[in-house]
Structures are given as C-alpha cells and as structure tokens.
C-alpha cells in the first residue's frame, strides 16, 4: 500500500488541475442518463476530468461502469445528457469519427492480423502514408517492449503480451482520450501488479488522458489520479485515492475500499472543535477530535479501519477511545495479521497489526484479554 | 498534446447512423425505410419472399382452380370480363382428397413409416452417440467425421446402393444361401421393410447429430455422483443419463421424422407399388396425371400435417440456444 | 460400467457398419468384371471406361457442376446477409419474417419446394414474361434459396461465437461500418463462409426432387440422370460413378480436417 500512494503522492500540486480554479476540465459529462428499457445504467451523472488525468470508474459488476465508458467511446448513445471532448460535443458521432480510443476487456486482437497490421490498422483508416505508419508502429512497439513480435499472430502471443499489443494499438492513434475497460483483469497476479506500474509510466510519458474502469480497488488506487466509485449507476464520491480511503463520504465507500468497523450511534454532545457519539453498540462513548457537520441527537455511523485501531495487552492510560475484549480469531496474513475482538456486547472489532518480527513470542494470541483504543482523529463520522 | 487529435476535425456528418452499434439512430432511419441499413435488410428478405413465401401462396390459389387441358394445365381462378370480376373458387380438389381413400391412406401410412423410422433411428443411433461423446478426444473426432462422411456423398447413390444389397439376387440374399441358412431367396426389395432401411439409413446422422451435442454436454461426475449413491450402471442410465438427454432426443427425432413424412426418393427406389407415401402420391398426380391443382392440394394438405412437428422443432431449437 | 461400455462399443460398430457398408459394396462391385452387378467375376475397370464415354452422363454432371457452383455462390451471397442481419441487428420490424422465412427451407419436404417453385415460375412467365421457360436459371434460383438456408444456419453460429468487441476495436480505431464488415468480419467468419458454400454445393449437387420439378428441356442435372438409370435395375456404370464421387468427397473431407488440424497447430505454436 505505502508503494501505490506515492504515486499519487510523489505529484507536484500544479499537477492537480480538479483543485485549481483556473483549470477548465478537458472531458465534461453533463447529466447523463442510459436507460435500456425499464433499467436505469447510468442515473444523471455528471463529472469533469482534465487534460492528463488518469482517471478510475471503481465499482461492482452492474453499477453502470463500463456503459458510462461505452456512451464515452460512442457504442452507446446516452437517453439523455451531453458529453464533451476538449471543447467538442460528442453527441451523434460514430466510434470511428471520436477523438478517443478504447481498450477491451477481451483486448479485442483482430486474429487473422500479425501484431505489426494490427497496431497500424487505425493509422490505415487515418490515411496515413506507409511510411509514416512503419515508424510510428514501430516506436510504439519499442515503448511497450514487443519490437521481437511484431510478426507473430496474437494467439502466439502470452497474456500479458496481448495486453500490451492492445494498449500499443489503441495508444498509437495519440487518442485525445484512452479508455480502458478492465485492463489488467485477464492477467494473473504477479503479472498485474507489474503491469500497474508500467501503465502509469506509459501514460505519463505520452501524457495521454486515460479512463479506466475496474472493479479492483487496489488497481484503482495505484494506477490512478483520481477515483470516481460507482453504485447503482450513481457516482457516489470522486477523489484522490488518498482521500477515497481515508475520508469516505458514505457507508458505501468505507465498506466497497478497503475494510472497515462500523460503530451506530447517537450524537451526545457537539461542539466546533469535537464531537462524542454514544455508541450502545460497544457500550462506549467515541470521542472525535474534530468538528463535523450534524445535529445534536442526529443517528451517525462512526467509521474505523482495523489498522487504525492499536491493541495491547496491558490497559492504557489516560486515553479517550478505549474498548476491551477478546481475541476471538486470527488470520495470519504474512506481512501482517488481523485479528477478531469480541466485545462484552457481542460486537466484533476487526484490528490489524504489522507482523514487525518473525517470531510469535509474546504476541497477543486466542483467547487473550485486549485492550482496543485509537485517536481521536483516526475515523470518520458517517451521516449517511 | 495538440498535435495528438486524431481526425476529429474532419468528421463527416453523413456517418451518423450508419454504424449497426448505433442502434437507435439506424433504428430510427430502418422505421423510416431509409439507409444501407434497411437494404441491407431488404436483400434477402425480398429474395426470400419472392423465392419462398410466394410461392406458397401460388399453390394455394392453384389448388383452387380446375384442371384443364392447357399450358398451364388449369383454369384462371378469376376472370376479368366487361367489367365483371368472376371469381371461381373450385374446393373439388379438397373435397376430391377427402373422398378418395387413396389419399387417406396415403397421409396414415406416411405418417406411420415415419414414425417408426423415427423410432429405429432412435435405436440405432443413440448407443452410437453415446459411444462418440464417451469416446477419447482425437477418437472423438474421426468418429464424427464417419457420420458426416456419407451425408457429403450422394443420398442418390446411397439409397441405390441398398438396391444392390437387398434385392433376390443381392448381397443378403447371396450370402445367406452361399451359408446355407436359406434355400429360397428373401424378397425385401419393394417392400415396406426396404423403405424402412433406406429412411433409417438415409436420416441416421440427423438423429446422432443432436443425441451427440447433447451427450457431450453431460457432466460425467453426475454419472459418478450417482454410482456413488449406489445406482448401478443401467439405473445410472435410467435416472441420470436419459432424462437428461430428452432434449437431444426430441430434436433429433423431429429432424429424422419431419423430412420422413415427404420422403420421394426412397419409396420411388426402394418401396413397392403399394407403398403409398404422400410424396409419392404429390409427384405422380404431378408428372403422371398432370393433375396440378390436385397436386397443390396435396401439397397444401402436407403442410397442415407438418404445421405442428415443424413448430415443435423451432421451439425445441428456440430454447436449445436459450440454453448456451 | 465396464459391461455397458461393451454394450455401447458393439452398438456403435454395428451402426457404422451399417452405416457404411452400402458404400463399401458400391465400391467394391464397381470393379467387377460381370455386369450381373452381385455376383462376382472377376476384377475390372471397364465400367470406369464406359462411364468416361457416355455422353449423356458426362454432359449432365457438366450442368450439375455449373448449377452447384453458381447457386452456391448465390448462396453465399444471400446466406451471409441473413444470418448477419439475424445476428447483428437486434430489432428490426421484418426480423421473425426473415428468421422464419430462412430456416423453414431446412424443413420443408423437397416435393413440395419443388412443386411451388415451379408453380411460381409458371405463374411469373405468364406475368411478367420472366423466366422465359424452365432450366439453368430456374434450378440456380431454387438451389440458391435453400442453399442460402443452410449457409445462413452455419454462418449465424459462427457469427453468434464472435467476440463483439473486435468489431466494435475496428469502429473504434476508425473504420467505418462496410470497412469493419470486409476488414474483420469476413475474414474471421471465413471457415464457416468455407463450408457454408461446400454445403450449399454438395446439396445443389445432390438434389433430384426440386431441379426435377424446375428443370426443362435440355437441362437434366446428373441425379436425373442417374434416377432415370437406376429406376431401371442396377447399372455397373453407376457403381463407377459413385466410387468416384465418394472419392473426391472422402479426400476432399480429409484434406479439410487436415489443414484444419494444422491451422490450429500453427496457432498454438
């Protein structure tokens, strides 16, 4: 995890046009709606991306994804709402006739053509001269290593090698807009997680805006600037990756990224500067060190990730957030472990802990009596 | 970055619609009759209304006229005569089929070799396809190809074949007496039981066809779920393997009993002067009588008989695909 | 287990047996010295010769073959537009027409195919003065119709299996719609065009009851022929014939599953 956020992290602040008021946003979608029939896709969404982004559509299966994608890439026509490409409104134009370009799920290879034909298959329908075809293939092939397989047909190709010659393909016409549809789905793990960080590299050397959709978090946090979660055809909240994990707005997204305890509860007492929940869930009042929007007495879910909570043996002093209770189970991960605490109410709190040394000596095992307490900044007050 | 638009200046309005993905825009110009759309629709739709579907309505109106001696041989079914439109429906051709028993008996014994082929096909085929889906990959293969063999060469020629093996003097026969087994030849030829073979033979691979895809699919650890449950092998079979097979049995029996019923070419070869089947009786009234208009009766009257099993078989494929 | 498999081997092979001892007995009495066709005496090619002399079969298996590859090629023509139409355009208003209209040829008996082409064709000269009598064109056009039947059946499986997406990639890196369909589309679908139009060949070739129907003078296709032939006995000439025909059918079969093999090995490589 400390790896994937400094991607985003190692940018410069002028790099993040959505926090700059001067910037104008390079694709905006204004209200769009797909309705197949009676279902409803994709519900009134709207969103700005800009010029250089790489820009992740996170959710499940059937939350409207990739049919916002396909409205993008021209294969479905939106029931209503206005799509606009660098200033050009996209409504009515084929996919052929669309400054963007898209990469399949399936990837999509044409399997009578060699590698070679297909790459300079859109720069043909461009009507480009040979020539200049020949070089941009083949400066496309060196950028993603496949200049040795420029004969060979796909089905000669391995999976990660198809990947790449449906990147190079798609990438070659220099898109205004790349779109990926699942792009890493179809490999396997090592390789997955190796080809991350090769995408991102790719596009911010062609500085090619690109829109991903994915239903991985993990894949959306490294790869991407900005995280858009879908549900039920709504954008629920858009973000840095950062911010999606740290500061969910909705139930929703605490539990979709990431994994999370929920505490319900009552507001006690408010003031600008902090704020205490009654939580008769754990039998706890959960101090929170901030000031956050609501009303006294307003019904609240107090948000916490398990690595957020320490555990320990011994009761600690003088602190606000304190549970106690038992270790009920561990799962041993390998780089760290989380453990199952069971609360004299009966609520289970899930606690990880970094595994900091390899033996198991002196570390909290089954059974044992623990005491649970976090900051008073480290979790989120939910309202909805 | 400016440099990297692609040809989106350039874009030529006339592509709007033109594209199949673009449904409701080809959509809305197909309602309008308009666009490549709609002729490439029209192509083989008229082709086939022309070649197929008219055709059907001509013989309709034939089997209303009168026969005559004439070219064509029968009478217009309406006239237009100083401004008078007769129209003369003639149902004496219905009425003829009724009353005459040779046409009833006709449809009954089509009907009944069908079926029994059907049946025989069934019996025969089934064991085989068994064996082709149970059978080894590369094996499965050449074994598949051997049922299809025969259906690429001639069906003239290999229902003329049988004339040689069943006939006084033909292979059976010869080999039976050359054993000794009998002293006076069987006589199979222009039989009933020569029909049988020859539409049993003929539409063999119509029925092993469908028993085959649908075997193939079965899971063989619900066979080995069952034994494990303590059914031996024939209840296996029973309660497992033949239930799930009706579907490949109801199309293939469809497919063997459908082309049974107007069958020409193996009664004319095989059967006997009174093998009466419907679509020997079509093609005599036709080229022997020059009755038309009775032809097209029969014809008509065909159709009505095949009207139900030809709907069982669309459905039985309908919900086939619905399946994979 | 094991006794059932034995049950099931012994079934199969008596049914191929069944199935292909009338070929092998054609084979094998095509070679025989005595015109008595069953009884043996003796090896010859001499029906072969006289085969290759008769004019009457020689020229009818000269039109057979032009109206096979002609109508097969129509076929082709109007069975690939249905069955991609049928597959690729979801709704249109004419659809169960035309679905309905393309697989009813399967199961329609010849006779009556027969009987209301030439009825049509009848009717169309009286009409409109086209086709001006019976033979080629009216057994091209008959063929063609139910050729294209199962040429459409065979495309439209092949259709159903292709990944969408690849079409859509063409569109998308700016090929416009009759450019996706000749670029990709037909190039992909060319096994099934392959053997929708050998299909549509080898039933053109093998029809007596529709070309019966809607041929005329002049124009008898080699089952004519051959029914007119055979009607009256057995003919050692016929057997020749057939040993031929099951000949360039089994190579030409074989040497298809080959090169399919092949392909396949080539890909996997």
Not at chain 1, 228 to 247: D, K, S, T
Request: one cysteine or more; glycine letters at 8%.
């Amino acid at each position: 995890m400390s790896e994937q956020a400094s991607i985003t992290e190692s940018k410069p602040p002028e790099s993040k046009p959505w926090i700059d008021d001067t910037q104008q946003p390079f694709i905006r979608i204004r209200n769009i709606t797909k309705k197949f029939g009676e279902f409803i896709a994709v519900n009134n969404v709207s969103l700005d991306i800009y010029r250089g982004e790489l820009f992740c559509l996170l959710g499940g299966s059937g939350c409207g994804k990739s049919t916002l994608l396909r409205m993008l890439s021209g294969f479905e026509t939106p029931t209503s709402g206005a799509i606009e490409i660098d200033g050009q409104d996209m409504a009515g134009l084929a996919p052929h006739a669309r400054p963007t370009n898209m990469m399949f799920q399936s990837y999509a290879l044409f399997p009578h053509m060699s590698v070679e034909k297909n790459i300079a298959y859109g720069l043909h329908r461009d009507g480009l001269k040979r020539k200049e075809v020949n070089q941009r293939v083949s400066e496309i092939l060196t950028l993603v290593q496949l200049s040795d397989f420029a004969k060979r047909k796909p089905s000669q190709l391995s999976g990660g090698q198809r990947q790449r010659v449906a990147l190079a393909r798609a990438l070659v016409k220099k898109p205004k807009v790349l779109l990926l549809d699942e792009p890493l789905a179809a490999l396997d793990k090592k390789l997955r997680e190796e080809t991350q960080f090769e995408l991102v590299n790719i596009q911010e050397t062609l500085g090619v805006t690109f829109i991903v959709v994915t239903h991985d978090q993990e894949e959306a946090m490294t790869l991407s600037t900005r995280i858009g979660v879908m549900n039920a055809g709504e954008i629920v909240q858009i973000g840095e990756p950062r911010e999606i994990y740290e500061y969910p707005g909705s139930r929703f997204v605490a539990d979709f990224i990431g994994s999370v305890n929920v505490f319900e509860g009552q507001v006690t007492e408010e003031d600008t500067d902090f704020v205490i929940i009654r939580s008769p869930e754990i039998k706890a009042d959960i101090f929170v060190s901030h000031g956050v929007s609501c009303t006294s007495n307003q019904k609240v879910a107090y948000a916490i990730r398990p690595e957020k909570i320490r555990m320990s043996l011994e009761r600690p002093k003088g602190v606000k957030n304190l549970l106690s209770g038992t270790v009920e189970e561990i799962a041993y991960m390998g780089n760290l472990s989380v453990y199952q605490v069971k609360l004299a109410t009966g609520k289970i709190v899930r606690v990880t802990q970094p595994n900091l040394v390899r033996t198991d000596q002196n570390s909290i095992t089954w059974e044992d009596e623990v005491s649970l307490t976090w900051d008073g900044a480290a979790g989120v007050v939910l309202t909805s | 970055m400016s440099g990297q638009a692609k040809l989106s200046e350039k874009l030529p309005e006339k592509s709007i619609g033109r594209l199949p993905f673009a449904a409701p825009l080809g959509g809305a110009l197909a309602r309008l009759g308009l666009g490549p759309r709609a002729l490439v629709i029209a192509i083989p739709t008229v082709w086939l209304l022309v070649f197929f579907l008219i055709p059907f309505v001509v013989v309709a109106k034939i089997s209303l006229s009168e026969v005559a001696i004439a070219r064509p041989p029968y009478l217009p079914l309406w006239e237009w005569q100083d401004g008078i439109l007769s129209l003369s429906l003639n149902f004496g051709n219905y009425l003829f089929l009724a009353s005459d028993p040779l046409y009833y008996s006709a449809f009954l014994e089509s009907l009944t070799i069908a079926g029994f082929s059907t049946l025989f096909a069934l019996l025969i085929g089934y064991p085989m396809a068994y064996m082709i889906a149970r059978a080894p990959g590369g094996m499965r293969n050449i074994l598949l190809m051997l049922v299809i063999l025969p259906f690429w060469s001639s069906f003239l020629l290999r229902v003329y074949a049988w004339i040689g093996i069943l006939k006084t003097n033909g292979v059976i026969n010869h080999a039976l007496m050359s054993i000794g087994l009998i002293d006076e030849p069987i006589v199979m030829m222009q039989t009933d039981f020569a029909v049988y073979v020859g539409i049993v033979y003929t539409y063999l691979p119509f029925m092993i066809l469908p028993l085959y895809a649908n075997l193939v699919k079965l899971d063989e650890t619900l066979l080995e779920a069952a034994s494990d449950l303590g059914a031996g092998s024939f209840t296996t079979f029973l309660t497992v393997t033949l239930p799930l097979s009706l579907p490949g049995i109801f199309a293939g029996s469809l497919l063997v009993f459908i082309p049974a019923v107007g069958e020409f070419v193996i009664p004319a070869l095989l059967g006997g002067p009174d093998t009466l089947m419907i679509g020997k009786v079509l093609w005599n009234e036709f080229f022997s009588n020059r009755d038309w208009p009775v032809a097209s009766a029969v014809a008509i009257a065909m159709l009505f008989v095949l009207v139900i099993p030809v709907m069982l078989l669309q459905k039985a494929q309908q919900s086939d695909g619905g399946h994979s | 287990m094991k006794k059932r498999s034995l049950f099931i081997i012994i079934a199969g092979i008596l049914g191929f047996i069944f199935l292909y001892a009338p070929i092998v007995s054609l084979v094998i009495f095509s070679f025989n010295e005595s015109k008595l066709v069953t009884v043996w005496g003796g090896f010859s090619t001499k029906w072969y010769g006289e085969l290759l002399q008769d004019p009457q079969i020689l020229g009818a298996a000269w039109i057979s073959l032009k109206i096979a590859f002609v109508s097969a090629t129509l076929a082709i023509v109007i069975g690939t537009i249905a069955a991609f139409v049928l597959v690729r355009f979801k709704r249109f208003r004419t659809r169960t027409l035309l679905s309905g209209m393309i697989t009813a040829p399967l199961v329609m008996p010849e006779v009556i195919t027969g009987l209301s082409l030439l009825l049509l064709f009848v009717a169309m000269q009286g009409l409109i003065g086209w086709p001006a009598g019976r033979g080629m064109t009216t057994i091209i056009i008959s063929h063609a119709t139910f050729g294209a039947a199962y040429a459409a059946v065979v495309i439209q499986s092949r259709l159903v299996d292709m990944d969408l997406s690849i079409e859509e990639s063409a569109a998308d890196l700016g090929a416009k719609p009759v450019r996706v369909f000749f670029d990709i589309t037909l190039p992909v679908i060319a096994p099934a065009l392959v053997s929708g139009w050998l299909l549509a060949f080898t039933l053109s070739l093998d029809d007596l009851v529709i070309a019966s129907f809607v041929s005329g003078p002049g124009s008898s296709t080699l089952p004519m022929v051959i029914f007119s032939k055979v009607r009256l006995g057995v003919t050692p000439e016929i057997n020749a014939l057939a040993t031929i025909i099951i000949l360039i059918v089994s190579v030409g079969v074989i040497a298809a599953a080959l090169s399919m093999q092949k392909g396949k090995n080539n890909n996997v490589s």
